[in-house]
């Protein structure tokens, strides 16, 4: 069982940044794919970054240009730093690990983007 804790949620102007962190309990967390999801409002959680133990990362195109996902595996850290944020940004923001058919969601936390 892994456990992810979210912070670094809240409010922010549009153009402002913010830096979510994830907190993961496995004690083989450098073998996880790590992830970053959101969901909106009304909508379906998707997917917005990924990256796995080596470093290479996936970004949807929404995001590419502006977010910036990262792992410290040390730290058993994951995180997604966020620049020029936009109104269709807001979200619930999920942390997200999976390591084979296993897979394991934090509680999310909130994004709010609005002047």
């Known amino acids: 069982q892994v456990q992810l804790v979210e912070s670094g949620g809240g409010l922010v102007q549009p153009g402002g940044s913010l830096r979510l962190s994830c907190a993961a309990s496995a004690s083989t967390f450098s073998i996880y794919i790590m992830g970053w999801y959101r969901q909106a409002p009304g909508k379906q959680r998707e997917l917005v970054a990924t990256?796995?133990?080596?470093?290479?990362?996936n970004y949807a195109d929404s995001v590419k240009g502006r977010f910036t996902i990262s792992r410290d595996n040390a730290k058993n850290m994951v995180y997604l730093q966020m620049n020029s944020l936009k109104p269709e940004d807001t979200a619930v923001y999920y942390c997200?690990?999976?390591?084979?058919?296993?897979?394991?969601w934090g509680q999310g936390t909130q994004v709010t983007v609005s002047s």
């Open positions: 997200h690990a999976k390591r084979v058919v296993n897979e394991y």
């Open positions: 990256i796995i133990s080596g470093g290479s990362t």
